[in-house]
């Protein structure tokens, strides 16, 4: 937690500092960044890239959240860095602690790791501008440090790539004037809670299509509410996986920084039911 | 999940059901208010660094009331707009990404310096943004 807050004040003064300003996509395009380290909300990415770098610019982003539900708390670190609005190359670091579950199950081990490498490509269209949504694709590779109990719940592997489809667009003055913004994603994905509980299981072994998506209003353009709604497989027999969904408020006070609050459900996490509670997100862009 | 689909849908519909009896072009402040906002984004264009030498040579009294009638006639301020099209003033220019988003930031900062209001500057710029393919790369 100590070294987490000093991850939040290093990125909140590297935000006053950086050259994000320069950049010329308009403010907020840049979107905030998802727990996997991809330019999107908290838990549902976007077709839109990192950084507010436009198509001869190039910029990027580091990130902090952190998560806290009942029996569970995840932070997450890292950073995304996109080439002229076309590519984005992002890292994530998670780590989640376990208390009850170890508790539980009476074992020594705390914590969780996983490392996640992602990259997104713009295929095409412009959030803002085009008729069309923005549409991208990305990868991601993910693998999980601890496979202790992931392993032991039934996982079959440590490590795995998924692929996604996304298209988003802000509907200028479209929601009785305010901007609207309306997501949709496809992930092709075996993961177990996000990976964290590793990939594939006993129920269901193969990668599948999953549905997530997310929509908000731009009160202006400096703040964002909305919502985001994630599908999930449930390849474990070993306890249910549901569904996520979050209720989030975005602040971009300038184009350097975004901060995100949010209510999520993570309904029941590896056998513990009713995991709401709060989502915390500092951005900084350069 | 219910509840979040109940908060969009308000969202939306709360929207819909307003009836707005004035045209854009008058809430923009009519031909003072659109006369305003165009003179203060050429002020911010002029100290834009990533556009302002895109100006030289251009005649930025008879770019001032091109794009004020333009306004005007995406707005429904009863304007007809007689100047070239959008297709033709930026042909060959090969104008970028970068300089679209670039003035398209200086016109938000003349609305917010006009103290245009949210929904108003949205409309606006929706008109404008259907422009994008007309004006990037061409």
Redesign the interface.
């Given at each position: 937690m100590k070294k987490y807050l000093l991850v939040m004040i290093c990125l909140l003064g590297a935000g006053f500092v950086s050259a994000a300003e320069n950049r010329?996509?308009?403010i907020a395009t840049g979107a905030a960044t998802t727990i996997d380290g991809s330019a999107g909300g908290g838990i549902v990415p976007m077709a839109a890239l990192s950084g507010y770098g436009?198509?001869?610019?190039s910029g990027g982003v580091a990130f902090a959240s952190y998560v806290h539900v009942p029996d569970y708390t995840m932070s997450a670190v890292g950073g995304s860095w996109s080439w002229r609005?076309r590519v984005e190359f992002s890292l994530a670091d998670q780590r989640l602690e376990h208390p009850t579950l170890s508790a539980a199950l009476g074992v020594p081990l705390q914590d969780i790791r996983q490392s996640v490498a992602g990259v997104k490509v713009r295929l095409l269209g412009?959030i803002?501008?085009?008729?069309w949504p923005q549409l991208s694709a990305g990868v991601m590779y993910k693998h999980n440090h601890d496979f202790t109990i992931p392993g032991a719940a039934g996982a079959k592997r440590d490590s795995d790539s998924e692929a996604y489809l996304a298209a988003s667009k802000v509907?200028?003055?479209?929601?009785?004037?305010?901007?609207?913004l309306v997501n949709g994603v496809a992930r092709y994905t075996r993961a177990n809670q996000i990976g964290l509980v590793g990939f594939g299981g006993d129920k269901n072994d193969s990668r599948r299509w999953y549905a997530e998506a997310s929509?908000g209003?731009?009160?202006?353009?400096h703040l964002l509410f909305g919502?985001e709604?994630k599908q999930k497989p449930d390849n474990l027999s070993f306890a249910g996986e549901d569904?996520w969904?979050t209720?989030f408020a975005a602040w971009f006070p300038n184009k350097k920084l975004a901060l995100v609050a949010a209510y999520v459900d993570l309904g029941e996490v590896a056998t513990l039911p009713n995991q709401d509670g709060w989502y915390l997100s500092v951005q900084g862009s350069f | 999940?219910r509840?979040?689909i109940l908060?969009?849908v308000f969202?939306?519909t709360?929207?819909?059901a307003?009836a707005p009896s004035l045209s854009l072009y008058e809430r923009l402040g009519g031909e003072e208010g659109v006369d305003d906002i165009v003179y203060q984004l050429i002020v911010n264009i002029s100290r834009d660094e990533?556009v302002v030498d895109r100006f030289k040579g251009v005649d930025i009294e008879k770019f001032r009331t091109g794009l004020v009638h333009y306004i005007c006639s995406v707005s429904n301020g009863g304007c007809i707009y007689t100047g070239d099209s959008m297709q033709v003033v930026h042909a060959g220019h090969n104008y970028?990404?970068?300089?679209?988003?670039?003035i398209?930031?200086n016109l938000?900062h003349a609305m917010d310096h006009q103290r245009v209001p949210?929904?108003?500057q949205?409309?606006l710029?929706?008109q404008l943004?259907?422009d994008?393919?007309d004006v990037v790369y061409q």
């Open positions: 010329s996509r308009i436009a198509r001869e610019e609005n412009d803002l501008y085009s008729k509907f200028l003055g479209g929601a009785m004037g305010y901007n609207l929509a209003i731009f009160y202006n353009k919502a709604f569904d969904q209720l | 999940m509840v979040v908060v969009i969202f939306i709360a929207c819909t307003k990533r970028t990404d970068t300089e679209f988003n670039a398209v930031e938000i949210t929904a108003v949205n409309k710029l929706a943004a259907k994008y393919g």
